[in-house]
């Protein structure tokens, strides 16, 4: 298990797993800034991956509840990098929300000193992001979002803020605010399968809450996701949560297809069109297929078949059993 990996990809196991190894990797660990500038940039502490593991280690000890150990290592970040750099303010709060738990006194108190951080400066990118997390965990979703506007107004090119905000308009339902976020995600990083199955996912979402009473939008909605699916398996040929939503949107369209026109003009200039049944079948078969070998190869340890998620292995089983006894039936 790599400190360099990102922590939020450790499974909760995972990182107990390193929570509990934390003294070790402590003393492992270089800690010794020099006292001058020659000796600070000669010294081997001056790696990257040494301040990449404090931080990654610090994450995963938050998580687990070992706030001595991530005490310990925001102490010697501020060593070396001071209280005043960003990234180092943004993790001093980070375990400040730690410590506070669950108590609202101490929540309203770190939300206060990070707004005092942005009255001085207003463009502390990862402190507006603390401060936003901090809202949406206390349930403050109208400032979150007030403060992901913002944020964006000055940072337009931040994929995750706008992630971050089509995840808060998709907890409240607004699917067409969510897609819109989520299509500016895709034009900052176009061949992100992952985040290409996702707006598919929302659109999908859309049509199926609005099946009946708009067929118009249902469609269009449907149409686009059918599409971000293929793109996302077009990225990555392996996906399987790109084959999961394939396989929804194609069973959702051929149950509905009955009921909708060819094609529906939303504008002078932009059509939305369904392929034709047979194209939506093929789609479908595909998907079975492949979803099938997916869980067969994983379920059988298979090299290089081994790093999808248990619950989405689980989820497609699921979804290929239904299909089944829906045939035997």
Known sequence: M??????????????????????AVLRSLPNNVGKSALQTVASPIENHEVWISYENLLISCL??????????CIRRLVDRFGDSNDRVMALQGLVREAEAEDDPKSLEAVLKSYDEILAKDSTNVPIHKRRIALLRSTKKI????????????????????????????????????????LEEVLVLTPNAWNMHAHLGEVQLMAASTGSGSNDAATQRYAAEALKRFCRSIELCDDYLRGFYGLKLVTTFILKNASKWSKQIKTSSTEDFTLPDTETVQRLAQLATEKLSEIVRRNTAKEPHWSGYDEAEIAAARELLAGETATIVR
């Open 2 to 23: 790599s400190l360099l990996h990102p922590p939020s990809h450790l499974t909760p196991a995972q990182a107990l797993t390193l929570s509990q190894s934390a003294p």
């Open 63 to 72: 998580r687990t509840g070992d706030l001595e150990s991530a005490q310990e």
């Open 142 to 181: 109208s400032e979150a979002v007030a403060g992901l506007v913002t944020l964006l107004d000055f940072s337009p090119t931040d994929a995750e803020a706008w992630a971050e905000l089509a995840d808060v308009y998709l907890e409240q339902g607004l699917y067409a605010q969510a897609v819109y976020a």
